[in-house]
């Protein structure tokens, strides 16, 4: 089923369970089996690779926290192949577009709804706006792979983005915001939590209702301080994995706040 072993006997820096762990990765991403097979049970693996179980399974945690493969428990259980989520990398400000270039997937748009409207206290308070001024809507569903990934609710000052609802929706929000007005985002504040799925939401996205998703509350910044996005971004749990890079010495902050 998984073809050739590899030589665990070679003398590398690379751990045993780390070899094999590049080792069924390379069987799966070549067609050797596909999604939802199952592999060969675990006794009869380790053997095979001449490793004890404990081992193999350090290789297949590593491959189960990747997300290419699934285990189950039971009687019908083992270890299966599964589509790894797509990786969603919040470091740096990118937009979606940005993100799935980072994962090598090609991103794609739905545009849902549009329009100038009045804004909700949230949206007005995250833009600074003052009374009477309206902005612009755009929710789109967007997807990688040709399945629906995540669905952003945009809202820009209406008054700094002139004719934004006739040029074209489908591509980069903030490739527009940054061509054609000079104001894309510079800095943000965002806010993660989880979420449960409304109908209306679950229907665009493709998932049951009450499904979890991951909704990532933006409020970005032009260069010179201005408000110029409020977001609401929500992430389908099952098939995203959300990632932020931090450090010492990075501008980067995380803060958990009470509800």
């Not at 001024?133 to 008054?159: C, F, G, K, N």
């Amino acid at each position: 089923m998984l073809g050739d072993k590899p030589d665990l006997s070679a003398s590398t820096a690379d751990p045993s369970h780390a070899r094999i762990a590049t080792w069924l990765l390379g069987r799966i991403s070549g067609g050797w089996v596909l999604t939802g097979d199952k592999l060969p049970p675990e006794a009869e693996l380790a053997e095979s690779l001449g490793v004890s179980r404990m081992t193999l399974r350090q290789a297949l945690g590593s491959l189960e926290g990747q997300g290419w493969i699934e285990r189950k428990r039971g009687r019908s259980g083992g270890s299966f192949v599964r589509e790894p989520r797509v990786p969603v990398d919040l470091t740096g400000l990118p937009g979606f577009t940005e993100q799935m270039r980072r994962a090598n997937v090609r991103a794609g748009a739905r545009v849902v709804r549009t329009g100038i409207v009045d804004p909700t206290p949230e949206v007005a308070a995250g833009l600074e706006l003052v009374r009477g001024q309206r902005v612009v809507e755009i929710v789109r569903v967007r997807s990688a792979r040709r399945e629906p990934l995540a669905l952003e609710e945009t809202y820009l000052p209406a008054h700094l983005f002139p004719g934004l609802l006739d040029r074209n929706l489908n591509a980069s929000l903030y490739a527009l915001m940054r061509d054609h007005y000079a104001l894309a985002p510079q800095s943000a504040q965002e806010w993660l939590e989880p979420e449960i799925s409304s109908v209306e939401q679950a229907a665009l996205l493709g998932v049951e209702p009450g499904s979890p998703l991951m909704l990532v509350t933006r409020q970005a910044r032009a260069a010179d301080g201005v408000p110029v996005e409020f977001a609401h971004d929500r992430y389908r749990s099952d098939r995203t994995r959300i990632t932020l890079q931090t450090g010492l010495g990075t501008d980067t902050t995380i803060t958990a706040e009470p509800r």
